[in-house]
């Protein structure tokens, strides 16, 4: 007999994580590398292994992870 598998919190949280914006509900981001990260209807989110967009919106100031 077969037992499935159980979810780890390693892989439910590989998706992608998401943060409000307490100021603005549209406006572009830009990270240290170039990239930019576009803030619509108030939220912006970034995947689980961006270990360079994780870091930058887990410490800007006008943030908060949901």
């Known amino acids: 007999m077969?037992?499935?598998?159980?979810l780890t919190e390693d892989l439910?949280?590989?998706g992608p994580a998401m943060f409000?914006?307490?100021l603005?509900?549209?406006?572009?981001l830009f990270?240290?590398?170039?990239?930019q990260l576009a803030v619509a209807q108030?939220?912006?989110s970034a995947e689980?292994?961006?270990?360079?967009?994780m870091d930058y919106l887990s410490k800007?100031?006008?943030l908060q992870k949901e």
């Not at 603005?24 to 572009?28: C, E, F, I, Q």
């Not at 990270?31 to 990239?35: C, M």
């Not at 689980?48 to 967009?53: E, L, R, S, V």
């Open 2 to 6: 077969v037992t499935p598998k159980k």
């Open 12 to 14: 439910a949280s590989t």
């Open 20 to 22: 409000r914006d307490t």
């Open 24 to 28: 603005y509900t549209s406006r572009a």
């Open 31 to 35: 990270l240290p590398d170039g990239r």
């Open 42 to 44: 108030g939220r912006v």
């Open 48 to 53: 689980a292994g961006d270990t360079i967009a």
């Open 60 to 62: 800007h100031p006008d």
